[in-house]
């Protein structure tokens, strides 16, 4: 299943998003341009604004006034992975080189802004305050989130409820709040956009511990990243919360992480380790919990064909293997 089988209520919008997307990154200066470029076509799931446009697409939706917030979603979505990269100091991502990659760090960091500052300038005549104030309260989560996880780098000692908070922050706010901006949008009542939000949150929580999951036990080919990455730049994941409470040899991970001796012989040793305990296999439980509970939460005033395809993307992220 992909994100085409997904999407087909807002398939037409989407292919509009990646018109606007290409023609938004156009800038007097050719190498804003190009890193522009080589983001947009590096592609994504683009699951952020389609999810917005869903929980937006009612029975009147006019894609006019949905699809400015649409993009400004993608456009912030595509600046914290260009800064999260800086930070990571990432070589590739989706397989291809990674912006820092090909043209530094500094021209990195400024396209990063350069898109932030893009994506308010589409919002800014057309969106309330009360949008503006959910969006920028989702950026502020993020950078939160990121700072958190810095500052946890190489830490065994983290709790699954450090976890949630981090990924809270990090991916699923945002997640959320581009499911409430959509249902803002198609004006539906407070419960039923606060019923949305807990949908993005608990999608977005599921999605993120899969991601980590798949960090352990794809291979680089299919990350299209290279694998046990997080591990690697020390950042300490459900599944391996799991095996260091668990595993038999659970010292000699703690000991690996702690001397920060991600060579590729420990690496392998610790992914061996990791994938010998149920770790996995709770996760997986974990994200089949989050999932059922986005699912429950759907409110029943949904137009049939939007609530049957959030439950459809709710099983994407419980099937997906990249």
Same mark, same amino acid.
């Given at each position: 299943?992909?994100?085409?089988?997904?999407?087909?209520?807002?398939?037409?919008?989407?292919?509009?998003?990646?018109?606007?997307?290409?023609?938004?990154?156009?800038? +007097?200066?050719?190498?804003?341009?190009?890193?522009?470029?080589?983001?947009?076509?590096?592609?994504?799931?683009?699951?952020?604004?389609?999810?917005?446009?869903?929980?937006?697409?009612?029975?009147?939706?006019?894609?006019?006034?949905?699809?400015?917030?649409?993009?400004?979603?993608?456009?912030?979505?595509?600046?914290?992975?260009?800064?999260?990269?800086?930070?990571?100091?990432?070589?590739?991502?989706?397989?291809?080189?990674?912006?820092?990659?090909?043209?530094?760090?500094?021209?990195?960091?400024?396209?990063?802004?350069?898109?932030?500052?893009?994506?308010?300038?589409?919002?800014?005549?057309?969106?309330?305050?009360?949008?503006?104030?959910?969006?920028?309260?989702?950026?502020?989560?993020?950078?939160?989130?990121?700072?958190?996880?810095?500052?946890?780098?190489?830490? +065994?000692?983290?709790?699954?409820?450090?976890?949630?908070?981090?990924?809270?922050?990090?991916?699923?706010?945002?997640?959320?709040?581009?499911?409430?901006?959509?249902?803002?949008?198609?004006?539906?009542?407070?419960?039923?956009?606060?019923?949305?939000?807990?949908?993005?949150?608990?999608?977005?929580?599921?999605?993120?511990?899969?991601?980590?999951?798949?960090?352990?036990?794809?291979?680089?080919?299919?990350?299209?990243?290279?694998?046990?990455?997080?591990?690697?730049?020390?950042?300490?994941?459900?599944?391996?919360?799991?095996?260091?409470?668990?595993?038999?040899?659970?010292?000699?991970?703690?000991?690996?992480?702690?001397?920060?001796?991600?060579?590729?012989?420990?690496?392998?040793?610790?992914?061996?380790?990791?994938?010998?305990?149920?770790?996995?296999?709770?996760?997986?439980?974990?994200?089949?919990?989050?999932?059922?509970?986005?699912?429950?939460?759907?409110?029943?005033?949904?137009?049939?064909?939007?609530?049957?395809?959030?439950?459809?993307?709710?099983?994407?992220?419980?099937?997906?293997?990249?």
């Amino acid at each position: 299943m992909t994100k085409n089988l997904i999407f087909t209520t807002v398939q037409q919008d989407l292919m509009v998003l990646e018109e606007l997307l290409a023609s938004v990154i156009h800038s +007097p200066v050719n190498l804003i341009t190009d890193i522009g470029q080589h983001l947009v076509q590096a592609g994504g799931k683009r699951l952020r604004p389609a999810l917005y446009l869903l929980c937006a697409k009612q029975q009147n939706g006019q894609p006019e006034r949905m699809l400015p917030m649409a993009l400004a979603i993608e456009l912030i979505h595509m600046a914290t992975l260009v800064h999260d990269d800086v930070v990571d100091h990432s070589a590739t991502r989706r397989g291809i080189p990674t912006a820092n990659a090909c043209w530094g760090n500094h021209i990195s960091v400024l396209t990063g802004d350069y898109l932030f500052a893009k994506a308010f300038s589409t919002v800014a005549e057309s969106d309330t305050g009360a949008m503006l104030k959910v969006l920028t309260g989702a950026i502020c989560s993020m950078a939160e989130g990121e700072i958190i996880q810095i500052q946890s780098l190489f830490q +065994p000692d983290q709790s699954e409820t450090d976890y949630l908070e981090r990924i809270g922050k990090k991916t699923a706010e945002f997640i959320a709040a581009s499911c409430e901006l959509g249902g803002m949008t198609a004006g539906l009542n407070e419960v039923d956009i606060m019923a949305l939000r807990t949908y993005g949150h608990a999608l977005g929580l599921a999605f993120q511990i899969t991601d980590d999951i798949l960090d352990l036990t794809q291979t680089s080919k299919q990350l299209g990243k290279p694998a046990g990455n997080d591990l690697c730049q020390g950042v300490i994941t459900l599944p391996v919360i799991y095996a260091l409470q668990t595993s038999r040899e659970r010292e000699t991970l703690r000991q690996i992480i702690i001397d920060k001796d991600l060579s590729a012989g420990k690496l392998a040793q610790a992914l061996t380790l990791i994938r010998a305990t149920g770790a996995i296999e709770a996760c997986y439980q974990r994200v089949g919990e989050y999932l059922q509970q986005a699912r429950n939460i759907l409110p029943l005033s949904l137009a049939p064909a939007v609530r049957q395809e959030l439950i459809a993307v709710a099983n994407f992220v419980g099937l997906r293997k990249y």
